[in-house]
């Protein structure tokens, strides 16, 4: 019994680093507003940047989410082409509720898996 309940988190530990070394080829930064700053309930700037480890061209699409106001959510599709070595920058514009607690950025290839 001893043995089998020091096995157990040690299985469990290899388990959790084996899902979490599945990383994604792309490192994505948003910076919203001006500064930091936003007016909500306005149209205020995104700007993303993409960059990414891959050795060949990248198709795909950029979908950007955000709880517009109590009701609605604001979804901005993107498409775009990634060169490896070189950084994308996208600057979208959207509308951000007051205290809005998330917004969501996927980037999907041309058959919508996304990444």
């Not at 040690?10 to 700053?37: I, K, M, Q, R, Y």
């Not at 205020?44 to 959510?73: H, K, M, R, Y």
């Not at 599709?77 to 205290?99: E, M, S």
Request: proline content about 7%.
């Amino acid at each position: 019994m001893l043995r089998i309940c020091l096995i157990l988190p040690v299985v469990f530990v290899l388990a959790s680093v084996d899902t979490a070394s599945a990383e994604s080829p792309f490192n994505v930064d948003c910076f919203f507003g001006w500064g930091g700053c936003y007016r909500p309930m306005e149209w205020t700037p995104v700007e993303i940047g993409i960059s990414s480890i891959l050795t060949e061209p990248f198709a795909g699409s950029l979908n950007v989410s955000a709880q517009q106001d109590g009701l609605n959510t604001l979804n901005i599709a993107h498409t775009f082409v990634l060169t490896p070595d070189i950084p994308l920058h996208i600057p979208l514009v959207t509308k951000l509720a007051f205290a809005a607690d998330k917004c969501t950025v996927k980037i999907a290839d041309e058959r919508g898996r996304t990444n």
